[in-house]
Structures are given as C-alpha cells and as structure tokens.
C-alpha cells in the first residue's frame, strides 16, 4: 500500500474497516488503481472496527478469506464453532446445530475484529495497487457521465479524488449514503449488546450457544480453551445498570440467565456496549456507485450475520468488477452495478428478515410467542429439512454464491466457474 501519491483512481474505497479492506484485498490481482479514503489515521489499535468485539465468521467466510489468501494468517486467532447449541430461558425448546451433519471440520470460527484487522492491514501493506488516504472524511461528493468527484478533507486541507466507481464501505453511519441523500430504513430496537470476555469453570468443547433470555438474546461464543465471549443484549434503558454492576455482580446475573451449561463463570473481562439498530439503506447502486457492508445493512448481532453479509458482497462486487473488464466495460456503468444489486437483494432479504423476526420473536414473552418458538425450537431439531435449511444459513452456504465464496478465483466466465 502506498500513500498518498495520485488523485485518480478506478475503485475509489471511503471506509477502510474490516468490509472496504477485504474489496481492496480481493481486488489485490486486478490491474486496478485503488484508493482507500478511511477517516481515522491507519493504525489497528485505534480503528473503531478493528475493536475487541468477536466475530461469529461463517464457513462461507473462511472460503472468501481463503481465496483472498490471508485466512492462514487468521487461523493462529480463530477458535472452530463444532455446534451451536439454541435454547430458550425457561422453557423446553431447544436445537443442535452440528459441524458433522455439513461434513465440514467448523460450522464458523470466532475471531476478534482486532486479529481480523491485524491481518487485513498487513496485507494491505503488501499491495502496491492501493493507495491510502487517512486520515480523510468525505465532505463532497459529485458525479460526471465519466467519473465520481470525491472532496475530503485531509488534515484541514480540501483534496479532490476522481474515480470511475465509488464504493461506499463507510458503516452505519455512512457519509457517501448522507451526502448523496439516499433513504434509508432505520430500525431502534431499543437494546443495546454488551460484550466481555468470560472465564468458565468448564471447557466449552467448541459450542456456541445463544440463549434466548427474557431480556434479551444472549451468546456465549468459543475462545481459548476456558474462555467464551458473552454477547448480550438488554433493553436500552438497563445498560446503566448492567454496566455499572461489580464484577461479581455481573457474572451472577449472566449465570442467573445463561444457567450452568459451562459450570460456574469465574472472571470477567472489561466490558463494552452497542446499541442496537437495523439500518438498511434504500439503493445499493446508482451510477458510478455501490453501498456494501454496514453502510448498505446494519444489523441486530444476535445471529452473527452482519460482516458475513458484508463480505459477501465483497465477494460479489470484486467478481461483477472483474467479469466487467473481462468484457472490456465500464466498472462503473449502472447496468454493471445493477447486477451486483439484484445478485445481493435475496441474501440480503433473507438474512435481514432472518434477522429481524429473531428479534422479534425472541424478545416477546407473550405465552403464545414462547409457545411458538419453543415449538419452533423444536422443529428445528427435529426436522431435517429445516435443520438443514437453518444449518446453510448460518454457515453463509445459502443460495447462488459468488466465486470467492466457492473457493474459486475471481478469474472465470460471467457466472460460470
Ligand atoms: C456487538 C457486536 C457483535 C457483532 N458480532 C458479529 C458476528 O458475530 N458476526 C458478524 O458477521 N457480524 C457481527 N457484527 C457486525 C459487524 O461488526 C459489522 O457488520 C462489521 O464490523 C461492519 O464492517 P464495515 O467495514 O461495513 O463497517 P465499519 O466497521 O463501521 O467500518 C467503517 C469504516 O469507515 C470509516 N469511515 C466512517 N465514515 C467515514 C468518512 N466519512 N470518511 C472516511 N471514512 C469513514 C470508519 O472510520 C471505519 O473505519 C457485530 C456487531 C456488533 C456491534
């Protein structure tokens, strides 16, 4: 990666958290001109999206990782989730999901944000082909039948940067999505996630679990041999509370609700709170641009899909691109881009509502609700079928999936293989 050195580009990148580096780094082969506008200055520690958070990555992920060719360098940070244990606090259901019945070694893999971005950075240091511009916030944005105009402003100068497609990879808060004034669907579910770092009397066996509590789902995701990480979600207005307990206080209540599946919880680690909202923005493409990541879709973590989603459509906007110069066109043409939309709309759907209805669902505790998805629950477990359906859907598996995600190169016929 070079610094600043040119203001023209083909892929202009705003957002270099884990979603905009993994576009640069699978377009890394491409003859491509690429440069990376991110906003806080380029060093892992202080990046808010390489924070201490654990990513539940699919085994869909770990295929896009691996053919982008930096998983190996993850995998001395990854622990393999072998089953995923649902259940419901207090009642009957509950569901097996396991990594043999897929005849695959994981279903997913936990890893910190930090050890994804740790990985990432390095290889972007590698490439010669992506330029860096941090720190740099957009602060204009025009386009012209040939290019996009991108202002930033750069250590309290103006700077302007052309490009002939622009990605906007810039979160939840997205920049490129204000400026350009698209709609966007903001959802406040009035609960946040906090998130430590737990010590268990027991060994997890590589099971994840997600319980689904009166207050809010709950995870307790694998780390080292004794160590899960807890993601748990709680109304808006008890976090001042949750967050304030002692030590003692807080592993009392996280047992109280999560039950003895690990023996008694011994220690917790500092503690850190989300709130959370499902933001989907209303165009994903117009000329010369395309949405991925957070700024396109931010959603609940209770089913550990965000990034997944996000680098799928990594996987698909880097082949779109590329299968576009094969056929010596525009990367930036609407057309192009409106592939790459339309190939998204249903993961996207599917994993949203997914999503969305587990909220849903599970924070009700109406008798019919509980009722319901107890039954649920159960069918999962029961029904091959469903599990199965269910099983594809967690390992990101499901439905028509780009070369990356196949463990294929970018290189090949429009769709082929
Ligand atoms: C508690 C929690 C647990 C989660 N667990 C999981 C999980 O288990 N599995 C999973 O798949 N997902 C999970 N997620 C979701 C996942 O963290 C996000 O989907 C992912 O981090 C999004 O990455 P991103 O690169 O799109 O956005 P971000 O990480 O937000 O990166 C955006 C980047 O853009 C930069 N930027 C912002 N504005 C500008 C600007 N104007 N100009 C230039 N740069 C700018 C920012 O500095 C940042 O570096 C979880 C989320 C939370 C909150």
Partial sequence: MTNQTQNDFDVLIVGGGMVGASLA???????????MIEAVAWQVEDQPGYDDRTIALAWGSRRIFESMGVWQAMTPDATAIKTIHVSDQGHFGFTRLDARQQQVEALGYVITARSIGKVLTQQLAKQANVTLISPATVTNIDFSNTCTTVTVDQEGQSRQYTSSLLVGADGVQSTVRELLSIETTINDYGQTAIIANLTTEKAHNHIAFERFTR??????????????????????????????????????????????????????????????????????????????????????????????????????????????????????????????????????????????????????????????????????????????????????????????????????????T
């Fill in 25 to 35: 780094i699978a377009l890394r082969d491409q003859p491509l001109r690429i440069g």
């Fill in 215 to 416: 207050t809010g789902p709950m995870a307790l995701l694998p780390l080292d041999k004794n160590r899960c990480a807890l993601v748990w979600t709680v109304e808006t207005s008890q976090v001042d509370e949750v967050m304030s307990l002692d030590d003692d206080a807080f592993l009392q209540a996280v047992q109280k609700r999560f039950g003895y599946r690990l023996g008694k919880l011994l220690k917790v680690g500092k503690r850190d709170a989300y709130p959370l909202c499902l933001v989907r923005a209303q165009e994903q493409v117009r000329e010369r641009l395309a949405l991925v990541g957070n700024a396109a879709h931010t959603l609940h973590p209770v089913g550990g899909q965000g990034f997944n989603l996000g680098l799928r459509d990594v996987a698909t906007l880097a082949q779109v691109i590329v299968e576009a110069m094969q056929m010596e066109k525009d990367i930036g043409h609407l057309p192009i881009l409106n592939h790459y939309a339309d190939w998204r709309m249903n993961d996207h759907d599917r994993v949203i509502n997914f999503t969305d209805n587990l909220v849903k669902l599970f924070s009700n505790d109406s008798l019919l609700l509980s009722f319901a998805r107890n039954i649920g629950l159960l069918a999962a477990d029961v029904l091959p079928p469903v599990k199965k359906a269910l099983l594809r859907r967690t390992m990101g598996i499901h439905g028509y999936l780009p070369r990356l995600a196949r463990g294929l190169s970018l290189q090949g016929n429009w769709h082929g």
